[in-house]
């Protein structure tokens, strides 16, 4: 996990970044609610992460084997690993722009988008089917009118099996936003995406 | 008079509402003007009673559970009156059957005490082992490793005194220990409860590990699934470096250990050791062909120990009581206890903790008390995903390595998952091979291409028009299995037959088949 104050440190909160010729001024301590606002009022820039990137690259690239740890507080700071990054992960760990790729596509945790407001990860493994997690799935489907892997189009809820959450003796288990319920009933369900779209 | 209270922080247990319960207390003991003082223990297991809440009497702790946040006002109102009054008390916690029953060795501690409190773990045991491992040093703390019989927990059951010693006896400048707490099966949890709930107890048979067989540095591979378990472990890592367990000198033996907690990041087959070396290194989880085997060149190309997180905090007490004491526990070649989980359609799900030996039967009738749904019991999957559905007719098979490899089934992790009779096994042996497609790192072509074959040869075959057209192809499904199991090069795909082969063998009808022709 990074830490917050750690991060508002390394980037001097008000900071103007030059990145290969061009410059940039911005302010700001969390860059998930900044890249959010950006892209709802102008262009994504994918420069603006940089500090951010390069602050985490610094304090790992010492470490043997970094590159899932750099990842994993790219993808907490930022909310996904953009595409503008790859080079400058490769470079501070000389490896090819290839095997950041292939890490990055290799595991299902990581996103080279940015996730919706609200992700919501049904268990779809055996102890939750075997408490009708199908039906649960189902319900979710048509609720929401999304497929096992859909996100809306307003970008505020994704959905994404997962299998497995070891909450298998209270199945049927789900994890909404990084925390769990399980014991899940049709009724609990609707509730909790009732707040999600509550919220929206 | 102070009311100490307990009630558990496991996640688990936080997903059926304690933090609510917790709440609840607070705000309802603040009305009455009660002080309460209420202890953030790990969990007992008992999930189905979760919420528990316990209280400390004189002759000792009373339960009540599952509570909700609307019966905690109740519940005040009988501790502070006639406890057992309240219709969801439990009386002593300890003298509960499905507790008391059970031989709590790694989990001795478990809903006693708080998991970040070195002195709560000092005070039930802790730290015993390794400091009979530093008086008598490395060579007899390998032979006790051996003689306990102590097998690995992950699945293989591979005699962790082996490893030791081929650790111990291969010389390098640099070797590792690494923990395997990338519990990915279904019905499995026994880990995630360990490491939130006694952090302490891996952290201690991780620094056994690493002083006896000259190991410096060690990696705890947690699962990204786990949040809490990994900063849990975090913080505990913290606490026992500042205690003096882990660095430069681990406990007064002038030997330097210490170790890190690595996240996965959702990819199921580096929970195979040979995968989650090349996942902690920074690649992809790619399985690598044996040999060479890890003991000799596992990671970063040095002698690395790999065990399952229960392996290693097996370790401590074989330490501390000596591996006579260990032994005594078990049957056969299957020594010590197993923390067996009980998951799925099951009423009393949980875990038990018991010597190898007793049947599948007594785990799942008596300590489970049959399906939750309260209809008949149709199959039981031991072992994960890539486990053996058991139909009741082999409930009578002790739970022991050897005695379930007999049945052509295994314990694996000890995870047990209970279906009802309208779980339709062609689906979970559809969702076996999705599964194995879905999961497979892709190295050799049996998994990798075999898997989504076998979903599509399943596909035809419920879709089938008649008899003649099922039988064939249940045969190349067959056949393909066969291939998946002898030629693939992990256990992934060698195993993803297993679910399949055995919903065939014991259901044919939930594939339209008929008994004979699905012998065939």
């Known amino acids: ?200 | 008079m102070m009311t100490h209270l307990y009630l558990p922080v496991d996640s688990l247990a936080r997903a059926v509402g304690s933090d609510e319960v917790a709440v609840a207390l607070a705000s309802e003991a603040r009305k009455r003007n009660l002080p309460l003082d209420l202890h953030h223990t790990s969990s007992r297991g008992l999930y189905w009673l979760e919420p528990l809440l316990e209280m400390d009497t004189p002759q000792g702790r009373i339960g009540f559970g599952p509570l909700t946040a609307e019966d905690v006002p109740g519940v005040l109102d009988a501790l502070q009156g006639e406890p057992s009054s309240h219709p969801l008390a439990l009386g002593l916690v300890e003298e509960l059957p499905y507790l008391k029953s059970q031989q709590r060795l790694l989990f001795a501690r478990a809903g006693i005490t708080q998991p970040l409190s070195l002195d709560d773990y000092r005070s039930h045991g802790g730290f015993e082992g390794l400091t009979r491992a530093i008086a008598v040093g490395g060579e007899q703390t390998a032979t006790e490793v051996f003689d306990s019989g102590l097998r690995g927990r992950g699945g293989a059951a591979f005699p962790a005194g082996i490893k030791w010693r081929t650790v111990r006896g291969t010389p390098a400048a640099q070797k590792y220990i690494v923990c395997n707490a990338d519990e990915g099966d279904s019905g499995t949890f026994a880990d995630r409860m360990l490491m939130e709930g006694d952090p302490f107890l891996l952290i201690e048979g991780m620094a056994i590990a690493g002083i006896t067989v000259g190991a410096s540095y060690g990696y705890i591979y947690v699962r990204s699934e786990y949040p809490q378990a990994i900063s849990t472990l975090r913080e505990a890592l913290d606490i026992a470096r500042a205690a003096g367990y882990l660095g430069a000198d681990v406990g007064g033996s002038g030997l330097a250990f210490d170790m890190e907690v690595r996240v996965g990041a959702g990819a199921y087959i580096c929970g195979e050791e040979t995968a989650l070396l090349d996942s902690l290194e920074g690649k992809r989880g790619i399985v690598r062909a044996k040999p060479p085997i890890p003991a000799l060149q596992g990671l970063f190309g040095q002698p690395t120990l790999v065990h399952n997180v229960l392996t290693l905090a097996s370790v401590p007490i074989i330490l501390a009581k000596g591996a006579q004491f260990y032994r005594d526990y078990g049957m056969g070649r299957s020594t010590g206890t197993m923390p067996f989980q009980l998951a799925g359609n099951i009423r009393h799900g949980g875990l038990v903790e018991r010597a190898f030996g007793l049947t599948l039967r007594e785990l799942v009738e008596d300590y489970g008390g049959g399906t939750a749904s309260g209809r008949p019991l149709k199959a039981a999957q031991v072992g994960g995903p890539l486990g053996t559905w058991v139909p009741p007719e082999h409930f009578d098979t002790p739970l022991d390595y050897e005695a379930f490899a007999a049945i052509g089934a295994m314990l694996g992790h000890g995870g047990v998952v209970v279906a009802d009779d309208t779980l339709d096994m062609a689906h979970m042996a559809r969702f076996a091979m999705q599964f194995c497609a879905e999961e497979s790192c892709g190295k050799c072509t049996p998994c990798r291409i075999g898997s989504t074959r076998g979903m599509e040869v399943i596909d035809r075959l419920l879709a089938a028009p008649d008899q003649g057209k099922r039988t064939e192809q249940a045969i190349v499904l067959k056949d393909l299995c066969d291939t998946l199991q002898y030629g693939s090069l992990c256990a992934l795909g060698g195993m993803s037959a297993f679910p399949v082969t055995s919903a065939l063998k014991y259901f044919p009808a939930d594939f339209g088949l008929q008994a004979s022709e699905a012998e065939q």
């Open chain 1, 1 to 200: 996990m990074p830490d917050k104050g750690a991060l508002a440190n390394g980037l001097n909160c008000h900071e103007t970044v030059t990145w290969r010729g061009r410059s940039r001024h911005f302010r700001t301590t969390d860059y998930r609610w900044y890249v959010r606002d950006r892209e709802e009022c102008c262009m994504p820039d994918e420069m603006s992460y940089l500090p951010m990137v390069n602050h985490v690259l610094e304090r790992h690239k010492g470490s043997p084997g970094a590159l899932l740890p750099i990842l994993h507080e790219i993808q907490e700071g930022i909310g996904y690993i953009p595409d503008a990054t790859v080079p400058e992960i490769a470079h501070a760990l000389n490896l090819s722009h290839a095997e950041v790729r292939g890490v990055i596509s290799f595991y299902h945790d990581f996103r080279t988008a940015p996730p919706a407001r609200h992700i919501l990860r049904l268990c779809r493994a055996e102890s939750c089917k075997s408490r009708g997690a199908e039906q649960l799935a189902a319900q979710l489907r048509k609720r929401l009118h999304l497929d096992d892997h859909g996100s809306s189009a307003d970008g505020n809820i994704s959905l994404r099996p997962v299998y497995c959450l070891g909450a298998c003796a209270c199945s049927p288990a789900l994890e909404l936003d990084g925390k769990l319920h399980a014991r899940l009933s049709a009724e609990r369900l609707n509730t909790l995406i009732d707040a999600c779209q509550e919220g929206a």
